[in-house]
Structures are given as C-alpha cells and as structure tokens.
C-alpha cells in the first residue's frame, strides 16, 4: 500500500474515533515506511498493535502491543521450517523485543503443528528462559498440508501427553 494511502487511512480511523490500530500483513515490518506509519498513528492519539516474525527488528518506541510468532525452540529445526537460517537473528530480535517492550505488551503465538507439538515443552521452557514476554498462546495449525496437519491420533497425544506437562511446567514455575 501507498504510504499515503495509509496516512489517509489512519487519518479516517482517528477522526471516526477509531482508539487501536493494528498492523498486520504478511509481514509488516518489511513496509518500508512501518515505522512512520506507527508514530503517525501515535501523533493521531491512537494506541498502535501489531505483528511481526521477528527477522527484522523495528523500532518499537510508538508500537504499545507486539505479538510475534515463534514456533520452536531447536535451531536446526527452525531454519529448516523456516526455509533461511533465521534462528539467531530472530532469538536476538525477541531479545531486543522483551527488553524494549517491558513496560507494554509482547506475547508471542507457536502454531502447533505435527512436526512441532512434541516440543511445545521446550519452546516454553526456552521462551521462559531467554524473553519476558506478556504471554505465549499456542495455537494449531488449521491447514490442509498433510505434512502439518494433525491427524485424530496426533491431537489425542497432544492432549493426553503433551499439553499436560506444559501446564505443570506452568504451574510449577508459576507462570500461568
């Protein structure tokens, strides 16, 4: 989109009384204008949310909400799943995330899928140990790829197996 377009946009939103706007894509973070059009939004007294996979790090001084994505917690896995050897770029950019975002809201959302809900206890350990984040919210995969989609036994494990060790996990360390 026209960054002017945009302005325009955002211009409609305040004066229709419109309070959060949120930016999402795609990626937003790759619109070269992302930055300006977050402060634009501030100057117009809105409060700014968006979303991001973290490979690019953006300046977060007039974003109140930030929520990422980031689905597993081993290297190799990721940059395979991902396709590009991100990991560390990303892990890096979440670090910047928590410390720059600590007195707002950054969570972050791991799509499960059948290659990833096995390790949903190591992604909340890693995201525990290395991020202060607002919240992690796992969510599944609702695609038809048979190399993601769950199976009915794949979701019976999950559930009996799984996710239970997490909320312990969660319980134990009080972080629920």
Do not use: W
């Not at 409060?47 to 300046?59: E, H, P």
């Not at 972050?108 to 992690?136: D, H």
């Amino acid at each position: 989109m026209d960054e002017i377009l945009a302005m325009k946009i955002v211009d409609e939103y305040a004066q229709m009384g419109g309070k959060i706007i949120h930016f999402t894509g795609g990626e937003p973070t790759v619109v070269p204008y992302f930055e300006d059009i977050c402060y634009y939004a501030k100057k117009k007294g809105l409060q700014v949310s968006s979303n991001t996979n973290g490979f690019k790090r953006v300046d977060t001084t007039n974003i109140d909400k930030l929520k990422t994505s980031f689905d597993l917690a081993d290297k190799e896995e990721f940059d395979r799943t991902m396709g590009v050897c991100s990991f560390d770029t990303v892990v890096e950019n979440m670090k910047y995330y928590s410390e720059s975002m600590q007195d707002k809201m950054l969570s972050i959302t791991a799509v499960l899928n059948r290659k990833t809900y096995k390790s949903m206890l190591e992604l909340a350990k890693f995201v525990q140990e290395n991020f202060k984040v607002y919240n992690l919210y796992y969510s599944n995969y609702k695609g038809d790829n048979p190399d993601f989609a769950f199976t009915i036994d794949e979701i019976d494990d999950m559930f009996q197996n799984y996710i239970p060790k997490v909320l312990e996990y969660f319980k134990e360390t009080k972080n629920f």
